[in-house]
């Protein structure tokens, strides 16, 4: 098995990124993952460790859940892949489930194979219908590295090298309401937000700002895409994020745990009467392999379970319980901790310093948890793990959590 190791680390370094290989070396993360289970995860060697990044989100029963694992299967042996000219069961069944259990009238779905996929769909689909062009969206937002999604994401160190991406994009702080009122007009076709930033840092908003994000959208009869690709299906503790707020969209997007962590699927939700343009012109939008069986049967699979073992309580009350120890924690160490914040088993520990941050991930994974960065804030590192996390799991989290601090205080002393 260690030739085997070896074989990989050097096939990264030649063929696959050698700049990525070099700093999971540096992080001591470059370890070959074998198999996995639940909440733990082995590498080559036999080691263990509990998945407490799973997958920004996409892991949310855990890796290789077995209800959605025997879905699959059986769905292999009766037809992988759509003809694409015929009508697909599982598709159609998915888009039921999707209308029945997203908020508000949103009824009609695309179902494709990605976050940035569906970013994508939604912005053809807001410029199309109000037939605008002009896009707002956040600074520090994260929406996907696909050319349309690219534009809109608010990190400029992704989207200066591709410049010019999409004309008409516009920025704005994010829980800044005044800086949107100034900025949305009768040219603006949508708005898109995350509910919660992920990327960002785990950016929770105000507790009023989504509300009045939809008012100013209603006023200017500008479209609200809100990107619960993350945050979606029971990750913050209630189905949807936007329900916190009691806010609904007028298009919502959904990917990651969609597939139940066994298939790539996203999709791209809205009302009958925005979709009115798409079923009119069927072939404006489309996807040789969204929408496959494979991909639906996962993503039934997953919705079901979420309801079946009542996950989207049972990850709010144990997401209080991490969110509260953490912030123990936090005050032990607030030498070196900012802050920590998060809905549900969404969680970011802001660091003051952010090496202080790759040094508790290097312990965290000599400790047996695996934990990452948030992607356009290196300083918060965050905890997403399954939401079949037990709370003996979460104790042994903590315990291992607090080592590696105590860890980082002796290194930056």
Known sequence: MEDLAKTTRGNYEEYVNSGLTRLLKFMGLDKVEWEAEALTVKDINGDEYLDCLGGYGTFILGHKPPKVVEAVKEQLDLMPLSSKILLNQPLAQLAEELARITPGDLKYSFICNSGTEAVEGALKLARLVTGRSKIITTENSFHGKSYGALSVTGREVFRKPFEPLL?????????????????????????????????????????????????????????????????????????????????????????????????????VIASAELWEVFNQNPFLHTSTFGGNQ????????????????????????????????????????????????????MVGVEFKDESYGGVLISELVKEGVLAAYTLNQQRVVRLEPPLIVTKRQLDSVLRKFDKALSKVIELAS
């Open 167 to 267: 004309s008409e994009v516009e920025f704005v702080p994010f829980g800044d309401i005044n800086s949107l009122e100034e900025e949305i007009d009768y040219e603006t076709a949508a708005v898109i937000i995350e509910p919660i930033q992920g990327e960002g840092g785990i950016i929770l908003p105000p507790e009023d700002y989504l509300p009045q994000v939809r008012e100013l959208c209603d006023k200017y009869e500008t479209l609200l895409i809100l990107d619960e690709i993350q945050t979606g299906l029971g990750r913050t503790g209630e189905m949807f994020a936007c329900q916190h707020y009691e806010v609904t969209p007028d298009i919502l997007t959904l990917a990651k745990a969609l597939g139940g962590g066994v298939m790539p699927v996203g999709a």
């Open 294 to 345: 494979l991909a639906c049967r996962a993503a039934l699979a997953t919705l079901k379970e979420i309801q079946n073992r009542n996950l989207v309580s049972s990850t709010q009350k144990l997401g209080d319980y991490l969110l509260d120890n953490l912030k123990e924690l936090a005050i032990k160490y607030s030498s070196v901790i900012q802050e920590v914040r998060g809905k549900g088993l």
